[in-house]
C-alpha cells in the first residue's frame, strides 16, 4: 500500500478556497471509482497556508494508470469536476507530491 501526497502551499487567503476545491473533487472522484482523500491544513507546518490532500492506493501501478487516464463518471459529474478544478492554479504559490510505502 502507499500514501500520496500532494502538498500545496497557497497563496495568502487562498486556503478555504483551495480546501473547498478539494472537498469537492475527493467527492466526485469516488463517485468514479478514485480513492477517498484526506484533506488537511496546516496547524503548524513548515510553511504558513499549506493544504495536504492524501490517498492510499494498493501500488504504484494503480496511480500510475489513475494519473495516465481520465476517470469515468456521468457527464453531470464530469462537468462538476472540471469545475472544480477550474482556477485552482490561482490558488496556489508552488506544491509538490510526496510517495510514501505504509510499513504498518
Given at each position: ?10 497563496k495568502?487567503g ?11 473533487i475527493?467527492?466526485?472522484s ?39 487516464t ?22 496556489v ?12
Amino acid at each position: 500500500m502507499f500514501i500520496i501526497r500532494e502538498i500545496m502551499y497557497c497563496k495568502p487567503g487562498k486556503v478555504r478556497p483551495l480546501v473547498d476545491k478539494f472537498k469537492t473533487i475527493s467527492e466526485l472522484s469516488v463517485k468514479m471509482g478514485m480513492p477517498r482523500m484526506r484533506i488537511m491544513t496546516d496547524f503548524c507546518a513548515e510553511q504558513y497556508w499549506t493544504v495536504v490532500s492524501e490517498m492510499e492506493v494498493p501500488d504504484l501501478n494503480a496511480f500510475e494508470q489513475m494519473m495516465a487516464t481520465m476517470p469515468q463518471g456521468s457527464t453531470d459529474d464530469m462537468k462538476k469536476m472540471e469545475e472544480a478544478m477550474h482556477g485552482y492554479h490561482d490558488l496556489v504559490d508552488h506544491g509538490k507530491r510526496e510517495i510514501y510505502r505504509l510499513e504498518a
